[in-house]
């Protein structure tokens, strides 16, 4: 199945015309031997259409790696909109900042460096937002922590994406000792019962293998 997820995903992405500044950031990643784990075209592509889908204005990324799925989002962003991406790793902000600027979305983007449960509140404390759409991709331990923080910065209708909420169905699994797993775990379990959003869980398949993506809305 798995060669099936890759050569359909590869075809998704054929069908589309290529980004050269999109590739260029894919090529930054492995040259700077940071981790490939970016979200995929048919991902990113997702990320630019549900921002759309929602005008989103003002857009807040926690996990920068190199600027790809901020790209992504940024480029559907009107003329007046910014995008604000959090990343704790100095390497990762600075490669970030090359690409946002090569991608010509340097006025759009801001890279602020630091570790994202010190940045969070102070961009509540800055009064920035609200955020139309928020996308969680940091390290899985303090999703349930991130994503309060998301809906504190938001408002109602905002939509708030998480990524990697599947882990290849080791979700299932109840007894792992991985503190990621155990942080995704928590996270679903609070989600369904969050009474603050409308939200849902999707399966995913492709390059990246098997995993997901949370969609919650903010309700009024
Ligand atoms: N969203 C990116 C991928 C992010 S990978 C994309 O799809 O292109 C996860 C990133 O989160 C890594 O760069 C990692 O350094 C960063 N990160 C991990 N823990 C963090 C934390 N506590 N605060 C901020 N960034 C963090
Ligand atoms: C990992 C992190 C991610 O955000 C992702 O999309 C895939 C893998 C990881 O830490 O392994
Ligand atoms: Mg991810």
Redesign the pocket.
């Known amino acids: 199945m798995h060669e099936q997820w890759i050569a359909v995903d590869e075809y998704i992405t054929g069908l589309f015309p290529s980004d050269p500044a999109l590739e260029m950031v894919l090529q930054a990643t492995r040259a700077a031997g940071m ?1 490939q ?1 970016n ?1 995929s075209p048919v991902q990113g592509r997702l990320l630019h259409v549900l921002a759309l889908a929602c005008g989103a204005r003002m857009i807040l990324e926690i ?1 920068t790696l190199a600027g790809y799925s901020a790209i992504w989002m940024a480029r559907a962003l009107p003329a007046d909109g910014k995008l604000i991406t959090l990343e704790a790793d100095p390497k990762h902000a600075e490669v970030a900042r090359a690409n946002i600027a090569h991608a010509g979305l340097a006025d759009r983007i801001e890279v602020r460096l630091g570790i994202a449960l010190d940045v969070l509140p102070q961009l509540a404390a800055e009064r920035k937002g609200p955020f139309d759409l928020i996308f969680i ?1 940091a390290d ?1 331990t303090n999703l349930t922590t991130y994503f309060d923080w998301a809906v504190r910065l938001a408002r109602p209708g905002s939509l708030i994406i998480t ?2 909420v599947i882990r290849h169905g080791e979700v299932l699994d109840d007894s792992s000792a991985d503190a ?1 797993l155990q942080g995704v775990r928590r996270f679903n379990e609070a989600l369904a019962a969050d009474r603050r959003v409308t939200a849902t869980i999707v399966q995913m398949v492709g390059i ?1 293998g098997y ?1 997901g993506m949370a969609l919650a809305v903010v309700r009024e």
Request: proline share 9%; glycine share 18%; charged share 45%.
């Open positions: 981790p784990i979200v996990g991709d899985k990524d990697n990621g990246k995993d």
